[in-house]
């Protein structure tokens, strides 16, 4: 099974002149752990997790005074990505080994969608019982 077979392809995703704000907002409307800063291009250029606002929240002691600061500049830059045609025993063996999320999935130069960990875990174990029946 592929990527392309399990990835989310209709996801929010932010700019790099979203706002903290703007990505906490996204994050609790679509319920998704982490966002995806893309370029005009729709090419990832950083991931921005929960944890990594909140890690500056603990530093800075005050969500409000980051609202409108960008949430790019919080994230991890040139993120990982894996292309939509990857197993996804593959992808999940990269997710594990480098603490990964959320993944960007490349289709055709662009981003395609994302995936996350529990995504694959369910795809192998369905794909694990299809193959039993």
Same mark, same amino acid.
């Given at each position: 099974?592929?990527?392309?077979?399990?990835? $989310?392809?209709?996801?929010?995703?932010?700019?790099?002149?979203?706002?903290?704000? @703007?990505? &906490?907002?996204?994050?609790?409307? !679509?319920?998704?752990?982490?966002?995806?800063?893309? @370029?005009?291009?729709?090419?990832?250029?950083? +991931? &921005?997790?929960?944890? @990594?606002?909140?890690? /500056? +929240?603990?530093?800075? @002691?005050?969500?409000?005074?980051?609202?409108?600061?960008?949430? !790019?500049?919080? *994230?991890?830059?040139?993120?990982?990505?894996?292309?939509?045609?990857?197993?996804?025993?593959?992808?999940? $063996?990269?997710?594990?080994?480098?603490?990964?999320?959320?993944?960007?999935?490349?289709?055709? *130069?662009?981003?395609?969608?994302? /995936?996350?960990? +529990?995504?694959?875990?369910?795809?192998?174990?369905?794909?694990? $019982?299809?193959?039993?029946?």
């Amino acid at each position: 099974m592929t990527l392309r077979e399990v990835l $989310h392809a209709h996801i929010p995703t932010l700019t790099r002149e979203s706002t903290v704000r @703007d990505a &906490v907002d996204k994050m609790d409307i !679509y319920q998704f752990p982490a966002l995806v800063v893309v @370029d005009e291009d729709m090419w990832p250029v950083a +991931v &921005v997790t929960e944890g @990594d606002l909140c890690r /500056v +929240v603990a530093k800075r @002691d005050s969500l409000t005074s980051m609202a409108q600061e960008p949430a !790019y500049i919080y *994230g991890s830059q040139d993120p990982t990505t894996m292309v939509a045609d990857s197993e996804i025993g593959e992808a999940f $063996h990269k997710m594990l080994s480098s603490g990964l999320t959320i993944l960007p999935i490349i289709d055709d *130069g662009r981003m395609a969608g994302i /995936v996350l960990r +529990v995504d694959l875990m369910q795809a192998m174990l369905l794909d694990i $019982h299809s193959t039993e029946a």
